[in-house]
């Protein structure tokens, strides 16, 4: 008797000692279940995996992919300002009637310009471009102002009074006794509107890509003076069309470098309706988003 109840405390050790170690077993596997769960954070838009170890290198980052916003079809770019310099090819006969009638007495040294100080100053108040071909290829087109400034080396001047005749004299140069001109210049300026064709080699970017844009442009004169600064007279201006032609279409162009934009126009024929053959045009820095 005293035998069996040894052999069954021997079989119940023996058991009890196997569902312990089960027990164990069990609870490391449970354990370190836990640990890799904790071993994988998420951070907002960031996983971050965190393997065996304690070393720096054996973490890992995943960054989510950023969408790309599609382009829009239709892009407008408010108020662009030029700065530039205003100056013209004067091609003008001055021993032929037509520029006698207009300034009699007249040569070609009379318009000559101060180049340095004649200035261009173009105020856009929209531009807009339109989706042609996979945004490299688009229509450019807006509507702005643009003023322009002559100033003369020497002191010309223009009559806004001239006589009720055919063609009369207009332009006449100013030999009063003891007068010293400070500025003699011709304002011209005009409500433009360009139309372009934009080639946009950076599409992707929506500011300081690199394009070029070839057009043409129409303007019409809303104000012309000639603005004078004397010794006797002080500022004096004369305001008047001066036989100017009141519609000026151009030649326009723009080239983009990434941050510095260029731009360009050349008139398609002479800026005066009758006497004189003076093309002008203008060159200078773009200050514009795109």
Same mark, same amino acid.
């Given at each position: 008797m005293i035998y069996l109840r040894k052999n069954r405390y021997k079989y119940y050790y023996k058991n009890m000692k196997r569902i312990s170690i089960i027990l164990v077993m069990l609870c490391f596997t449970i354990l370190g279940s836990s640990q890799e769960k904790a071993d994988? +954070?998420? +951070?907002?838009?960031?996983?971050?995996?965190?393997?065996? !170890?304690?070393?720096e290198k054996n973490k890992e980052y995943k960054m989510p992919e950023r969408k790309?916003?599609?382009p829009s079809n239709l892009r407008t770019n408010w108020w662009i300002v030029?700065? !530039?310099f205003a100056n013209y090819t004067d091609n003008t006969n001055y021993t032929g009637?037509? &520029?006698?009638q207009y300034a009699p007495g007249s040569n070609d040294s009379w318009l000559k310009l101060s180049s340095g100080k004649s200035v261009n100053v173009n105020v856009w108040v929209f531009m807009q471009r339109l989706n042609m071909i996979k945004h490299v290829v688009n229509l450019q087109y807006g509507l !702005?102002?643009?003023?322009?400034?002559?100033?003369?080396?020497?002191? +010309?001047?223009?009559?806004?009074?001239?006589? &009720?005749?055919?063609?009369?004299?207009i332009l006449y140069l100013d030999q009063a006794l003891n007068r010293s001109y400070k500025k003699?210049?011709?304002a011209a300026d005009y409500?433009? +509107?360009?139309?372009?064709l934009n080639f946009n080699f950076t599409p992707k970017r929506t500011s300081d890509g690199f394009g070029i844009s070839a057009g043409v442009s129409a303007g019409w004169l809303y104000s012309a003076r000639n603005k004078t600064v004397t010794s006797d007279e002080g500022k004096k201006k004369a305001k008047d069309d001066f036989d100017l032609e009141r519609w000026k279409i151009s030649y326009v162009g723009e080239l983009s470098l990434g941050p510095v934009k260029l731009y360009g126009s050349i008139s398609s024929k002479s800026m005066y309706s009758r006497g004189l053959n003076i093309t002008p045009y203008n060159v200078g820095i773009r200050l514009s988003r795109w």
């Amino acid at each position: 008797m005293i035998y069996l109840r040894k052999n069954r405390y021997k079989y119940y050790y023996k058991n009890m000692k196997r569902i312990s170690i089960i027990l164990v077993m069990l609870c490391f596997t449970i354990l370190g279940s836990s640990q890799e769960k904790a071993d994988t +954070v998420k +951070v907002g838009g960031m996983i971050i995996i965190r393997k065996h !170890g304690n070393e720096e290198k054996n973490k890992e980052y995943k960054m989510p992919e950023r969408k790309r916003s599609k382009p829009s079809n239709l892009r407008t770019n408010w108020w662009i300002v030029d700065l !530039g310099f205003a100056n013209y090819t004067d091609n003008t006969n001055y021993t032929g009637s037509d &520029a006698q009638q207009y300034a009699p007495g007249s040569n070609d040294s009379w318009l000559k310009l101060s180049s340095g100080k004649s200035v261009n100053v173009n105020v856009w108040v929209f531009m807009q471009r339109l989706n042609m071909i996979k945004h490299v290829v688009n229509l450019q087109y807006g509507l !702005g102002f643009e003023l322009n400034n002559y100033r003369y080396k020497e002191p +010309v001047r223009y009559d806004p009074n001239p006589p &009720a005749v055919s063609n009369p004299p207009i332009l006449y140069l100013d030999q009063a006794l003891n007068r010293s001109y400070k500025k003699d210049k011709l304002a011209a300026d005009y409500i433009t +509107v360009p139309l372009m064709l934009n080639f946009n080699f950076t599409p992707k970017r929506t500011s300081d890509g690199f394009g070029i844009s070839a057009g043409v442009s129409a303007g019409w004169l809303y104000s012309a003076r000639n603005k004078t600064v004397t010794s006797d007279e002080g500022k004096k201006k004369a305001k008047d069309d001066f036989d100017l032609e009141r519609w000026k279409i151009s030649y326009v162009g723009e080239l983009s470098l990434g941050p510095v934009k260029l731009y360009g126009s050349i008139s398609s024929k002479s800026m005066y309706s009758r006497g004189l053959n003076i093309t002008p045009y203008n060159v200078g820095i773009r200050l514009s988003r795109w």
